[in-house]
């Protein structure tokens, strides 16, 4: 048995009267999400304690996406962490994509080299040196424990991912 026959090439749909209306209504969707994860500013017409109640959803399942992709970073704040993220994914500045490697990295510099443990800036070290695509890249951060040591990580063209930790001496030479 074939396949009935269709009486001509299949037709795309015309651009019609409803594309102003689906551009208004996209923009409609963004402004709410930017409200959502920024916990004001929603449009006329909605329930603030239930705007409220969807974005801090929306803020916990980011954090969460970036506690899985970032865990040392996540960590180092240890309860305090879902607080922090909630006031950095409040703050403009964050990045609007809501990507857990893009926003791990921003959340470390909102939060401060002071505020991160060794296995964190180690673990951002490490993760930069892998989202890097082209081109030759090198960075390094003194770790202070166990021991004091640089850890040196090189993303090279032909080599791929390098790091190498090295001690420093001890005080007194």
């Not at 329930?47 to 916990?60: T, W």
């Not at 950095?88 to 510099?109: C, H, K, S, V």
């Not at 040196?129 to 770790?143: C, D, E, S």
Request: hydrophobic residues 45%.
């Amino acid at each position: 048995m074939s396949a009935p026959e269709r009486d001509g090439p299949a037709q795309a749909a015309e651009p019609g009267p409803a594309d102003p209306d689906r551009a208004a209504y996209a923009a409609q969707q963004a402004q709410l999400l930017d409200a959502l994860l920024r916990g004001d500013g929603y449009p006329e017409g909605f329930v603030v304690a239930d705007a409220d109640a969807a974005g801090a959803g929306l803020r916990r399942k980011r954090a969460r996406a970036v506690a899985h992709a970032w865990p040392a970073l996540a960590l180092s704040f240890g309860d305090g962490f879902g607080a922090r993220f909630d006031a950095f994914a409040r703050d403009p500045a964050a990045p609007a994509a809501g990507d857990p490697l893009a926003d791990g990295l921003a959340f470390a510099r909102f939060a401060g080299r002071a505020a991160l443990t060794d296995d964190a800036r180690a673990e951002l070290l490490l993760g930069r040196a892998a989202m890097r695509r082209r081109g030759p890249w090198i960075r390094a951060v003194w770790l202070r424990r166990p021991y004091r040591r640089l850890l040196v990580v090189a993303r090279l063209p032909l080599a791929g991912r390098v790091h190498r930790s090295f001690p420093s001496r001890p005080r007194g030479w």
